[in-house]
Nanobody, 126 residues
């Protein structure tokens, strides 16, 4: 059973940076597209970014374009989300999720992802 473990969250000042990691210990992610989602208090979960199984295709929510970068290292079974110029509205619990597919694309929709991590808190505040 695929298990995903997020790390890298924390408290950061506005304008700062964080890098989140999504690891699958002992499991190959080569056939999984990975998505990052977030949920702020009182709000619905939203898609932030995704990357295809090969890494050749990525998507971003409009709210994070130009600030966040998703990447993956399949040799390490890890996907990263580099977050720069963070804003208070980026505060949320961030989840990574996996979708079993080898299609050269990815979707930022929760329903297409069958495996989820436990989440990591990101707080942007001065």
């Amino acid at each position: 059973q695929l298990q995903l473990v997020e790390s890298g969250g924390g408290l950061v000042q506005p304008g700062g940076s964080l890098r989140l990691s999504c690891a699958a210990p002992g499991f190959a992610l080569d056939y999984y597209a990975i998505g990052w989602f977030r949920q702020a208090p009182g709000k619905e979960r939203e898609g932030v970014s995704c990357i295809s199984s090969s890494g050749g295709s990525t998507n971003y929510a409009d709210s994070v374009k130009g600030r966040f970068t998703i990447s993956r290292d399949n040799a390490k079974s890890t996907v990263y989300l580099q977050m720069k110029r963070l804003k208070p509205e980026d505060t949320a619990i961030y989840y990574c999720a996996a979708s079993l597919t080898v299609q050269p694309m990815c979707l930022m929709t929760s329903s297409t992802h069958g495996y989820w991590g436990q989440g990591t808190q990101v707080t942007v505040s001065s």
